[in-house]
């Protein structure tokens, strides 16, 4: 049934919501209180990287929260130090400190790579970041990110982060001097509309910040584990950073996050860094069970198959449509329309009749795609068959 009035006041507004409650989901599904289905093709704006309600994620929560969910921080836990090998073994970077969000992984980046200024490069803490880049909520990530119009909220801003065009390497090489420290991107920037950077960009990156003596961080919150692909969205252009953040799809759906860097950066000291809740054995036994799916043979080649399935269908139905096309990397993908008709594409979806399709509309101009990392060819076919329509429809244009 849709929440009553009282209910819906209890929460503090922060966006328009439409008039539903989900109540369960399963694989790439949805259901309402009413028992209407949607085919989900946001889980959770990729945070749900195996879809609802996967078996062996609920068996490895359900297991570790009858054994120990959280003894403190301060003390080691198996799953934490599991999991905590596993991402290092994967990634190549050898420490890892777990946290809640994504945000909250960015802004220990932040933190990190300011105290390695600070006892490597006399004080040095401004960290260039991207034009449309997003990194989070808190007012450092704000800070950070590039996105238009948030330099006016909640200021003043942190200071420290100056802007460079994304894939353009000058602009970043006529930023840099004695107070830089690092650069910071995506490698896909998700929320402005799934822009990847090339991958002689990452390489010219890689290089020119080895020369200057920087830090290069990459935000893979929204592209990493699996998502493009490949279990890190970097290793596409074949380089190491030298800080690294990953969220959302870490924990399949509960709050997890990393910030995973190189021996030679970690430079905290007691005190500097921590969290109540970070790195609980019931998150990090959730984040143990995804990494053990992602990385068995076979799973990311077949994200890469169902990537080029989905992109293939999205550029067909562009070409139908005329519109100007589509892009993306593996299960982060966009279609670009012909003009700012996205948000009614997205409210017309969720309202078909009998089932719904839950989609997203980052920029008006786009529809991005982050469906389950094991979607099936069928459920894209759906999909696509539902959107074709939609977009054919006049009274959406």
């Known amino acids: 049934?849709?929440?009553?009035?009282?209910?819906?006041?209890?929460?503090?507004?922060?966006?328009?919501?439409?008039?539903?409650?989900?109540?369960?989901?399963?694989?790439?599904?949805?259901?309402?209180?009413?028992g209407k289905r949607y085919l989900d093709f946001i889980q959770g704006w990729a945070?749900?990287?195996?879809?609802?309600?996967?078996?062996?994620?609920?068996?490895?929560?359900?297991?570790?929260?009858?054994?120990?969910?959280?003894?403190?921080p301060a003390f080691y836990n198996a799953p934490a130090l599991a999991l905590a090998q596993g991402l290092a073994q994967a990634s190549g970077l050898e420490r890892v400190f777990f946290a809640n969000t994504g945000a909250e992984a960015n802004e220990g980046a932040i933190k990190l790579a300011r105290k390695w200024g600070q006892v490597h490069r006399q004080g040095a803490h401004q960290i260039i970041t991207f034009t449309d880049g997003f990194h989070g909520r808190t007012l450092?990530?704000?800070?950070?990110?590039?996105?238009?119009?948030?330099?006016?909220?909640?200021?003043?801003?942190?200071?420290?982060?100056?802007?460079?065009?994304?894939?353009?390497?000058?602009?970043?090489?006529?930023?840099?001097?004695?107070r830089t420290v690092a650069v910071m991107l995506e490698p896909i920037q998700g929320e402005a509309g799934v822009i990847p950077a090339t991958r002689e960009f990452l390489q010219g990156l890689r290089q020119l910040s080895?020369?200057?003596?920087?830090?290069?961080?990459?935000?893979?919150?929204?592209?990493?584990?699996?998502?493009?692909?490949?279990?890190?969205a970097h290793q596409h252009a074949g380089i190491r950073p030298d800080i690294m953040t990953l969220g959302k799809g870490i924990g399949g759906g509960v709050p997890l996050s990393a910030l995973l860097a190189r021996e030679e950066c970690c430079c905290f000291e007691a005190g500097d860094q921590g969290g109540t809740y970070n790195g609980n054995p019931l998150m990090t036994a959730a984040g143990g069970a995804v990494l053990d799916i992602l990385t068995a043979p076979g799973f990311l080649d077949s994200v890469v198959a169902l990537g080029d399935y989905l992109g293939a269908g999205l550029q067909k139905l562009a070409e139908r449509h005329g519109l100007p096309g589509e892009r993306g990397t593996?299960?982060?993908?966009?279609?670009?329309?012909?003009?700012?008709?996205?948000?009614?594409?997205?409210?017309?979806?969720?309202?078909?009749?009998?089932?719904?399709?839950?989609?997203?509309?980052?920029?008006p101009h786009?529809?991005?795609?982050?469906?389950?990392?094991?979607?099936?060819?069928?459920?894209?076919?759906?999909?696509?068959?539902?959107?074709?329509?939609?977009?054919?429809?006049?009274?959406?244009?």
């Open 47 to 72: 945070v749900n990287c195996l879809g609802h309600g996967h078996p062996a994620l609920v068996q490895a929560i359900t297991d570790q929260a009858a054994r120990l969910i959280n003894p403190s």
């Open 140 to 178: 450092a990530t704000m800070s950070a990110s590039g996105k238009a119009g948030w330099d006016q909220r909640f200021a003043p801003q942190v200071p420290g982060f100056p802007k460079a065009r994304y894939n353009d390497l000058d602009s970043v090489a006529a930023l840099i001097d004695d």
């Open 330 to 363: 593996g299960l982060l993908r966009a279609l670009v329309l012909a003009d700012d008709r996205g948000p009614r594409l997205v409210a017309a979806a969720r309202a078909r009749q009998p089932e719904g399709l839950l989609l997203n509309a980052p920029r």
């Open 1 to 34: 049934m849709a929440p009553s009035l009282a209910a819906q006041n209890s929460l503090m507004w922060i966006t328009p919501r439409p008039d539903l409650v989900f109540v369960a989901g399963q694989g790439s599904w949805l259901t309402d209180g009413d």
């Open 210 to 232: 080895t020369e200057r003596g920087l830090l290069l961080i990459v935000d893979e919150v929204q592209t990493g584990m699996g998502r493009s692909g490949k279990l890190f």
């Open 366 to 397: 786009l529809l991005r795609f982050m469906p389950a990392l094991n979607v099936s060819r069928e459920e894209i076919d759906l999909m696509l068959g539902w959107l074709d329509e939609l977009l054919a429809d006049p009274t959406l244009a």
